[in-house]
């Protein structure tokens, strides 16, 4: 049985007046990338919603799968604790197969840190817990009787640095460089923290459903293979030195991909991977192959870049194939 599950961040996907590019230039560009893609399971971020507060809508998702298969595809999104969707970020998956249950893992359910700032004007004088702001998707997808896949859609804290108050001139400009170093420590604290969290998901995934749990941590982690948010997902015993853990091990799927093409965003003309297909060894068995759809990216960080004059995402779909029995 082939399944083809896929993750892409879609950046900023919104409609409304005075929203540029034009939502029409976006759907004619992305909606052959998702053709493309051709999922059985899709994990969206980024998706903006639309609509008054109490009654807002995934109106700029459904006009881009308009015409085609991910139409009809079974629907879960992050929501507000009030049930409400988020204006901005939400997360999407979409699946051909029934969703069987759903949870939102909020950044409360989890470890938080406390915190004081360094560098904040006025000076900061409490200990606060660190919070981050992006939830995460749990679903279990039931793709033949009796077998599920355990499927977490995350969107992880990008590696722009956080506000400290009274340290920026304004939306670009920080005052002190050691300002700015301490947003981006924070920023590293929220990401890492975010991946602990998903880490203790997983693991207690593997204690519920046991070893063999077919397992998948998908989505945009802003993160690369080497770097500690990764490798707290993964796990590799040559971290933990502890080979009981072996069984616990989750593999980046884009590993079966050579170095010159495993990157899913531009930056400064250098690749990096920051989107991730991340399996327990179970599910591991089944995969045939990985996609990155990398060919047209444009590069996010190039001279005069302004999201207004790309109508396609600054991410690549990366896409994997099993072959189930």
């Not at 988020?86 to 999407?92: E, G, K, M, P, S």
């Not at 080497?226 to 993964?234: G, P, T, W």
């Amino acid at each position: 049985m082939p399944l083809r599950i896929a993750t892409f961040n879609l950046e900023n996907l919104d409609d409304g007046p005075g929203v540029r590019p034009a939502l029409a230039e976006r759907v004619q560009i992305m909606r052959p990338q998702l053709e493309r893609v051709a999922a059985d399971v899709l994990c969206l971020q980024e998706v903006h919603s639309q609509g008054p507060a109490g009654a807002r809508t995934l109106a700029a998702l459904d006009q881009l799968l308009a015409g085609t298969t991910y139409a009809g595809f079974h629907r879960q999104s992050t929501s507000t604790v009030s049930g409400e969707l988020y204006d901005q970020r939400n997360l999407v998956t979409l699946s051909r197969f029934p969703i069987v249950e759903t949870r939102i893992v909020r950044p409360g359910d989890g470890p938080r840190p406390s915190y004081r700032m360094a560098t904040a004007i006025p000076a900061d004088t409490t200990t606060s817990p660190l919070e981050w702001e992006r939830p995460m998707l749990y679903t279990q997808i039931e793709f033949a009787a009796g077998r599920r896949l355990h499927l977490v859609n995350v969107h992880f804290k990008s590696k722009l640095a956080s506000n400290i108050p009274g340290q920026k001139i304004d939306n670009h400009t920080w005052r002190t460089v050691s300002a700015w170093a301490e947003g981006s420590f924070i920023s590293a604290m929220k990401r890492v923290g975010q991946s602990l969290q998903a880490r203790m998901l997983i693991d207690t995934l593997f204690d519920t459903h046991g070893l063999d749990a077919l397992i998948m941590a998908a989505g945009d982690f802003n993160a690369q293979a080497d770097e500690v948010s990764l490798k707290a997902i993964c796990g590799p015993v040559e971290e933990t030195g502890n080979p009981a853990h072996a069984a616990r091990v989750m593999v980046p799927c884009e590993n079966n991909v050579p170095d010159s093409a495993r990157y899913s965003l531009l930056h400064l003309g250098v690749g990096q991977m920051l989107d991730h297909l991340i399996v327990s060894r179970p599910l591991l068995r089944y995969l045939r192959g990985t996609q990155i759809h990398n060919e047209a990216l444009p590069d996010e960080s190039g001279a005069f870049r302004q999201d207004t004059q790309f109508p396609e995402s600054d991410h690549a779909p990366v896409v994997a194939e099993f072959d189930l029995p």
